[in-house]
């Protein structure tokens, strides 16, 4: 049975219930913590909102059809428009990036006899998913994705890729474990300083990106994910020993280069301050991102540069921040452990980079009610799925107010077995209705409640 009819597009046009008190959601970090409560804002707490009674026009990129900015370049491209940031795109529409990550079937029982009985091989699956993100609202494909079938459909949707430059070279180099989420380098130090880092980034980008060059309905390209931001980076790549782990020599060497052009030719580990280490940390990833800008910019020059997915202690380091606007496109950013984006990370990411918006590229929430774990993760747990809408509703309009978001995307498509409450789907293929009756009216008017944050800016 394929996906389409679980809902009705009508259905989700129904006006939540209204109410005059702020509406309080229970939420917890871990399983065994208690549960606190906190107020969300919902579409019905907007002064003078009314939801159209049609979804907002959509272009066949899904850009916004009554906002045409010009004829369009044949590809994605970021323009700030009346000081607001936009994706504009291939065919010159303003363009919102509501997207979802993992779109892909997970493995495990039950997943594996479900998706047995359901589709017959992978094509007919990928068709089934492209239109149920479709009526949910969704236009674009995030990280983690089995982009070459969903790419295969009929009608597709702007998807993103991610050649993951530094984690193929530390592999390569033996200087990675994976860690939950992640990967784990040696000394939290990425490579690059290694003279064939380089080299490595531009084969990689011939051979993965350069075959995509004239596709229109790439979004951009991701260069990584969630490289280690340690605040103490100068102190541990002083420490390494370059006998033990020789592919870190050159990290090591140009480390006191750094130090002693700052310092002088006698300075010492017991100098090192705070600020040493941060702006050293600032001084690699402005080499990373030069690098991996370089060899996408010369493979794939009408493609977005998406950057590394900054995450944890990196989304709130200013020279990180700083090093990522100077050479990309858009900053994305895997944001986590916040109620809503708060005034104060969208004050800096302005500060930093003010010439580059963000977009953010992973956010959840897990509902209790859903039976699983929900142990691993850093997402927060509430008790129902109806609490998982409630509190999409408040997380992304707050992102719609902020002039240099232009989008986000949802971790994640599907609940893996024995893992978390994540998916939109569980591990049937099942939709979480009560979620996603929630979540897709604010997909069906992303545009209108641009438009709508914007004007309350403007005045």
């Known amino acids: 049975m394929p996906y389409r009819l679980f809902i009705s597009t009508s259905a989700l046009l129904v006006p939540l219930l209204l109410h005059a008190e702020p509406i309080e959601v229970q ?18 707490d907007l002064p003078d909102w009314e939801a159209p009674r049609v979804a907002d026009p959509r272009s066949p990129y899904g850009g916004w059809l009554s906002q045409a900015v010009d004829d369009g370049t044949g590809f994605f491209r970021v323009e700030r428009i009346d000081g ?12 919102y990036s509501v997207g979802l990550t993992s779109v892909r079937p997970r493995t495990g029982e039950p997943a594996d006899t479900a998706y047995a009985e359901r589709w017959a ?32 459909v009929p009608r597709r949707i702007p998807y993103t890729t991610s050649p993951n430059f530094m984690g193929s070279f530390g592999r390569e180099h033996g200087l990675t474990t994976w860690g939950y ?27 993965e990106l350069a075959p995509l060059a004239n596709d229109a309905y790439v979004l951009g390209h991701f260069t990584d994910n969630e490289l280690p931001m340690p605040r103490n980076l100068l102190e541990t790549t002083l420490a390494i020993d370059p006998e033990e782990i ?28 705070d600020e040493d280490n941060l702006d050293y940390l600032g001084f690699v990833m402005d080499r990373y991102y030069a690098i ?25 380091i200013d020279q990180v921040i700083a090093a990522a606007g100077k050479h990309l496109d858009v900053i994305s950013m895997n944001y986590y452990n916040v109620w809503a984006p708060s005034e104060g990370h969208l004050e800096r990411w302005h500060t930093h980079s003010p010439d580059t918006p963000f977009l953010i590229t992973e956010f959840y929430v897990k509902g209790e009610d859903s039976g699983m774990d929900n142990d691993p993760g850093a997402g927060w747990i509430v008790p129902t799925q109806r609490d998982r809408g409630l509190w999409y509703q408040h997380f992304t309009m707050r992102l719609l107010e902020a002039p240099n978001s232009v989008g986000w995307h949802y971790f994640n498509y599907q609940d893996s077995p024995g893992d978390s409450n994540k998916g939109i789907l569980n591990t049937r293929f099942e939709p979480h209705l009560d979620f996603i009756e ?22």
């Open 27 to 44: 939420w917890k970090r871990n399983v065994a913590d208690e549960w606190r409560q906190s107020s969300v804002r919902t579409l019905d």
């Open 84 to 95: 607001r940031w936009w994706f504009v795109d291939p065919g010159g529409y303003r363009y």
């Open 121 to 152: 091989d992978e094509s007919a699956w990928a068709n089934d998913t492209i239109t149920l993100m479709r009526e949910l609202g969704y236009n674009a494909i995030g990280r983690w994705s089995r982009v070459e079938s969903l790419m295969a």
């Open 181 to 207: 989420g992640n990967a784990r380098y040696a000394h939290n130090a990425i490579p690059v300083f290694h003279p064939d880092f380089e080299a490595h980034c531009d084969a990689l980008a011939r051979e």
């Open 246 to 273: 020789p592919a870190l020599r050159y990290n090591l060497e140009a480390a006191w280069a750094w130090f002693r052009e700052r310092h002088g030719p006698d300075v010492t580990v017991d100098a090192i301050t």
């Open 292 to 316: 991996t800008t370089a060899a996408i910019r010369k493979h794939t020059p009408n493609h977005l540069n998406l950057g590394s997915r900054l995450h944890g202690a990196g989304i709130h």
């Open 438 to 459: 929630l979540m897709t009216p604010i997909h069906e008017h992303v545009y209108s409640l641009r438009q709508y944050f914007g004007e309350i800016t403007a005045n």
